[in-house]
């Protein structure tokens, strides 16, 4: 969102709503939509289905500072990780380099890499999403 002319966005999808605002709000990132109520109309009792347990929330490696994120260690080197290759706790999975200091990009959990989320070379701040683990 960093790059994009939007401040805010709010999505509704079964049952789940989540809004990202830019600036800090105070509200929750995620709230889950109000129940509906059951009214008894007095007709024979309907088995129902119970519902679908929410899904767990994938983590995501987040980009340590402000700077230029960096997939490689080197122009044309592999990338560190790639999507679908499992990675462990404290692995190095990129770089952020602001005014020629490279900071590295490290997991907080193992996981397997389910999305990069920010090409190389793009400009991130601290806190950006980077990598979703699956």
């Known amino acids: ?17 989540i809004r990202i605002a830019r600036g800090g709000g105070t509200q929750p990132a995620a709230t889950p939509a109000p129940a509906i109520a059951a009214v008894d109309t ?3 009792p309907v088995a ?11 983590a995501v ?5 402000y700077g230029v994120f960096h997939l490689s260690p080197s ?8 999507v679908g290759q499992d990675v462990q706790a404290g692995q190095e ?11 590295a990009v490290r997991t907080t959990q193992a996981g397997r890499i ?6 190389d070379g793009t400009e991130v701040e601290a806190g950006t999403p ?3 683990l699956a």
């Open 42 to 44: 007095g007709s024979a």
């Open 1 to 17: 969102m960093a790059h994009a002319p939007v401040t805010e966005l709010e999505v509704e999808e079964g049952g789940c709503r």
């Open 75 to 82: 122009p044309g080197a592999a990338p560190y990780v790639t």
């Open 114 to 119: 389910a999305a990069v989320l920010v090409e």
């Open 48 to 58: 129902t289905a119970p519902a679908p347990a929410a899904p767990v929330a994938d």
């Open 93 to 103: 999975v990129g770089l952020v380099e602001a005014m020629k200091v490279f900071n």
């Open 130 to 132: 980077l990598f979703r």
């Open 61 to 65: 490696i987040t980009a340590p500072s």
